[in-house]
């Protein structure tokens, strides 16, 4: 299967997950941004994705009310791999998470990582650290019935959670 294929099995599932959580919009942005999006972005962060020509597999955004009634949008970023996942992967999401400032950022495939990468990352959990601290890239596995999965040894937090 194509990586291209996984894309929209991948943003329903991530809808799914977010149903109970807010108001949440998220688009396929492999190849392009839309107009919805871009007016949650700032205008640096629109200009680089274009002209560097790098977009993130899905990006979103979760809309969620303070307990004073205040909303906030906090963005989601995802890639979606269709085969086993690699530190390349990782380092790719890092960069669209940083450069937007997401809240969320998710590495998906059926396929996760070899054991051999798991294992190096539960011991260098670092690697899956966000520059911003705020949040760690979660790792989940997108299953034959187009459900998410959490690799609970790498993600050692609700990663759904605003």
């Known amino acids: 299967m194509k990586e291209k294929d996984l894309y929209e099995p991948a943003r329903k599932a991530l809808l799914q997950k977010f ?7 998220l688009e396929v942005t492999a190849t392009a941004i839309g107009e919805q999006l871009k007016l949650v972005l700032d205008d640096q962060a ?13 990006l979103g955004f979760l809309k969620v ?7 906030s949008k906090k963005l ?28 969320f950022a998710y590495l998906i495939s059926p396929k996760g990582f070899s054991e051999a990468r798991r294992r190096f990352l539960i011991y260098r959990h670092s690697v899956l ?21 959490t690799d609970e040894k790498l993600c050692s937090y609700r990663p759904f959670d605003p």
């Open 76 to 103: 989601i970023v995802a890639e979606v791999k269709s085969k086993s996942l690699t530190l390349e992967d990782i380092y790719q999401l890092k960069m669209y998470s940083e450069m937007l400032g997401s809240h």
């Open 19 to 25: 149903s109970e959580k807010g108001e949440c919009h």
């Open 46 to 58: 629109v200009y680089i994705l274009e002209t560097e020509k790098k977009k993130p597999d899905l």
């Open 65 to 71: 009310k303070s307990e004073l009634g205040y909303e």
């Open 129 to 149: 650290q966000i520059s911003t601290g705020v949040r760690q890239i979660s790792v989940l596995q997108l299953t034959e019935e187009d459900t998410l999965v």
